[in-house]
C-alpha cells in the first residue's frame, strides 16, 4: 500500500530565510508526487507536480521539489520565504489510477517578520 | 468560473440526524471526490467517482453515501450522524489524464 509521511508538522521560520518542508513516500509502482497549499479557511491549491521527466519541478511562487527515487523522497523549498507562505503543505501521491490521492498529514509553515 | 462549489459551508447536527452535503462543479471534469480533513491526519478519500452514474468506496466510505446523476454533481449523504463524523469536508473534481485536484472550500460539519 502507498503512504505518505510528512516528516514536520509545524515548521516555523523568519521572513526572507530559506525552507524545507520534508516528504517520503512509499510505493511499490511508478509514482506521480504532487505539493497542494491550504490557506486557512480555503480548500487545497495545487502547488506543484511531478509526472515525468525532469526530476526538479517548480512553482510560480518560488518553490521548488526535486523527486528522488532511490531515497523515495519529494521535498519542498524555497530560498527566501514571505509571509505570505504562511500556510498549510501537503504532500500526495497518486493511488490507483483515476487521480486518487494519498495525503501526507500536512506541515504548518510559520513565517515570522 | 466558479469551480467547485459546496454547500453548506457550516452546519450543526445532533446524533441521528441525516443531511447531504451538495457538490457540483462547472469544469466538466469527469472524475470527482469527497475527502474527510482532520487535524493532524491530512485527508482522507471517502468516495470517488469516474463518471456520472459510477461511484467507488475510498479509504473510509463507512457512514457516508454518494450518487452521481450529472456529470455536475456529486452529492455526499450522512445517513445516522455520529460524533466521529465531525471533520472538514471537502469535495474536488479532476480531469482525466492530468492529476491535478481541483477543491472546493469546505464544508465544517459539527455531531453533537
Known amino acids: 500500500a502507498q503512504s505518505v509521511t510528512q516528516l514536520d508538522s509545524q515548521v516555523p521560520v523568519f521572513e526572507e530565510a530559506p525552507v524545507e518542508l520534508r516528504c517520503n513516500y512509499s510505493?511499490?509502482?511508478?509514482?506521480?508526487l504532487f505539493w497542494y497549499v491550504q490557506y486557512p479557511n480555503q480548500g487545497l491549491q495545487l502547488l506543484l507536480k511531478?509526472?515525468?521527466?525532469?526530476?526538479l519541478v517548480e512553482s510560480i511562487n518560488g518553490f521548488e521539489a526535486e523527486f528522488n527515487k532511490s531515497q523515495t523522497s519529494f521535498h519542498l523549498r524555497k530560498p527566501s520565504v514571505h509571509i505570505s507562505d504562511t500556510a498549510e503543505y501537503f504532500c500526495?501521491?497518486?493511488?490507483?489510477?483515476?487521480?486518487?490521492?494519498?495525503f501526507g498529514a500536512g506541515t504548518r509553515l510559520a513565517v515570522h517578520p | 468560473n466558479a469551480g467547485v462549489t459546496q454547500t453548506p459551508k457550516f452546519r450543526i447536527l445532533k446524533i441521528g440526524q441525516s443531511m447531504t452535503l451538495q457538490c457540483t462543479q462547472d469544469?466538466?471534469?469527469?472524475?470527482m471526490y469527497w475527502y474527510r480533513q482532520d487535524p493532524g491526519m491530512g485527508l482522507k478519500l471517502i468516495y470517488y467517482?469516474?463518471?456520472?452514474?459510477?461511484?467507488d468506496k475510498g479509504e473510509v466510505p463507512n457512514g457516508y453515501n454518494v450518487s452521481r446523476s450529472t456529470t455536475e454533481d456529486f452529492p455526499l449523504r450522512l445517513e445516522l450522524a455520529a460524533p466521529s463524523q465531525t471533520s472538514v469536508y471537502f469535495c474536488?473534481?479532476?480531469?482525466?489524464?492530468?492529476?491535478?485536484?481541483?477543491f472546493g472550500e469546505g464544508s465544517r460539519l459539527t455531531v453533537l
Open positions: 474536488a473534481s479532476s480531469r482525466q489524464g492530468t492529476g491535478e485536484l481541483f
Open positions: 510505493s511499490s509502482v511508478s509514482v506521480y
Open positions: 511531478y509526472l515525468s521527466g525532469s526530476t
Open positions: 500526495a501521491v497518486s493511488s490507483g489510477g483515476y487521480n486518487k490521492l494519498i
Open positions: 469544469m466538466n471534469h469527469n472524475y
Open positions: 467517482s469516474v463518471g456520472a452514474g459510477i461511484t
